[in-house]
């Protein structure tokens, strides 16, 4: 039995001692008072309970939002290599056939450009940038 157990435990008695002094016509009105004070405590209890939920509920979309994590699966990475080397074959016949070595050239600067930006976009900070939702060191807290 904790502190507010006891606390509610002397409202009671003294609700009860009131009750045998003041006789039945005061009964429902001793009643009511000392269930609005139960209502008001159980209130009480409720909103602790749902902003500490609430404020780790925040917390843990604060750090799911700075984890870097890769936003997509590992097949679909596996995939979009595939096809981008796929394609380096024909774009890279048609580079050489229309302008020969600066074509060819042209056609794996364009390949190599789409696969790193996709590199990029699935691993943030991979080129030396900040990885996306880090605005701070995990270290620092806003009130």
């Given at each position: ?113 789409v696969n790193a ?27």
């Amino acid at each position: 039995m904790d502190a507010r157990d006891t606390e509610l435990k002397k409202e009671l008695d003294a609700a009860l001692q009131a009750r045998r002094e003041l006789g039945e016509e005061y009964e429902s009105a001793l009643v009511d008072s000392f269930l609005e004070k139960v209502d008001q405590r159980i209130d009480g209890v409720v909103e602790r309970r749902v902003r500490r939920q609430f404020a780790e509920q925040q917390m843990a979309t604060v750090r799911d939002g700075r984890t870097s994590k890769a936003t997509d699966s590992w097949g679909e990475r596996f995939g979009f290599g595939i096809v981008s080397l796929v394609l380096a074959v024909p774009l890279s016949a048609i580079g050489a056939g229309t302008a020969q070595l600066p074509g060819l050239i042209a056609s794996w600067v364009g390949i190599v450009g789409v696969n790193a930006v996709q590199a990029a976009r699935t691993n943030p900070g991979l080129f030396g940038g900040r990885p996306r939702g880090r605005s701070r060191r995990d270290g620092d807290w806003e009130e």
